[in-house]
């Protein structure tokens, strides 16, 4: 595991990566899942996922961060892509992809708590502020997935 610097770019080319899956499974269960408000609640965040996308790339580009898929963003984004595939067949399958794309966000929101602490060290107000209002977001977002990730599931158990 890299240090200083490298370990820096290591973790914007996670969180850029994560960030990455987090759109294109998003993208995928906003067509396809099975509940229309998640639907909706999918498309809508979208929106800010993608702004998310766009800070990670600005903040982590002076380090040299592209979005590089390691050990973990890569077997994250394997499974959501695979999820995210066949959720249209089963409600089943839709559950486990909101699931997956759940995950990621908690995975981001665990990522946004390392920038923030990295940006306070190295006294870099704006990604700090860019931290913490990314982090907040995602909280939101996760917690509303959890939400209706609960009904869906009391949804197929009563079927």
Sequence with gaps: MPSGTEFIKHEFDEAIAIQQSIIESGKALSASHPVANVKRQLASDLKVDQQHLSQLQKF??????????????????????????K????????????????????????????????????KETELRDAAMKMKKEIKASADALAKSLANFAVDIAAA
Excluded: C, F, M, W
């Design 87 to 122: 959720a249209g067949s089963e409600k089943s399958e839709a559950y486990e992809a909101h699931a997956v794309l759940l995950n990621l966000k908690r995975k981001q929101q665990d990522s946004a708590d390392a920038v923030i602490k990295i940006a306070r060290d190295r």
């Design 60 to 85: 982590g580009k002076p380090y040299g961060a592209t979005g590089k898929r390691e050990e973990v963003a890569e077997a994250l984004g394997s499974l959501a892509d695979e999820t995210a595939q």
